[in-house]
């Protein structure tokens, strides 16, 4: 690998490691960056995956103030999200569109919501704990977007606001992302230099991106959930 390829792909890494801790979607800057320098796409796909983990581990601990008082929560659908990510899905793009509609009416479907659940289902339910484990198995699969379909769901089934559930859905995509991780270095071909420059890159703007997504208004935090996951589905669908 020439040295302007490996820092091609660093700087990928730094902008999808960014992305994903504000939204998701971070795989369709790496992924394509790693087609066009020639990998195989069963081998870009894997090494993709496993270098980005430690991406969304520092997403994740961008947000460690917002995850406070979510551990039980996030263990209980972790356990979800990590199955999902063992049985592995089809992709469906109109999951990501679906996603996006949740953002945009997320306040007035939680003000909906609020009137009409109790105590027992503050926590979500069984629909957000099935919701997370087909998100997991997209996750597992490929991950565009996964973020966006997590998002979705957490802010529509949570009394939280936005931020904490980014914050969320941080932890709950490096767990999917991890389970995949794991898989694929028992039983795939992983170039280990293509994960190294991808989790230093990923590592370093998951906690930029974490520092910019946290300081950024309720409005314009869910406008660029919607315009990722929009971008995502449409490069999914006609690419």
């Known amino acids: 690998m020439r040295a302007a390829e490996a820092l091609a792909i660093f700087a990928a890494a730094v902008a999808a490691g960014g ?13 394509p ?7 195989p796409a069963v081998i870009a796909n894997v090494s993709n995956n496993v270098g980005l983990v430690s991406g969304n581990l520092s997403g994740a601990l961008g947000y460690r103030r917002e995850l406070a008082g979510q551990r039980g929560r996030l263990v209980r659908l972790g356990a979800f999200a990590a199955a999902g990510s063992l049985a592995g899905a089809i992709i469906v793009p109109v999951l990501i569109l679906i996603a996006c509609v949740l953002v945009i009416v997320q306040p007035r479907l939680n003000a909906w919501m ?7 289902h503050s926590r979500g339910g069984p629909v957000l704990a099935s919701g997370v484990l087909v998100s997991g198995a997209y996750g597992g699969y490929f991950g565009a977007a996964q973020g966006v379909l997590v998002l979705g769901l957490l802010g529509s089934f949570l009394e939280e606001d936005l931020q904490r559930a980014n914050a969320a859905k941080n932890v709950l995509v490096a767990v999917v992302n991890a389970t995949a991780a794991v898989v694929f270095i028992l039983f795939a071909h992983v170039n280990w230099i293509v994960v190294l420059l991808i989790a230093a890159g990923s590592t370093v703007g998951g906690l930029l991106g974490a520092r910019l997504g946290r300081r950024l208004p309720p409005l314009a935090l869910r406008i660029f959930v919607v315009l990722i996951g929009v ?3 449409a490069k999914l669908i006609f690419f």
């Open 19 to 31: 992305i994903n801790a504000v939204v998701g979607s971070g795989s369709l800057i790496t992924f």
């Open 33 to 39: 960056t790693l087609l066009a320098f020639g990998f």
């Open 114 to 120: 609020a009137a009409r659940r109790d105590t027992r």
């Open 231 to 233: 971008i995502a589905a």
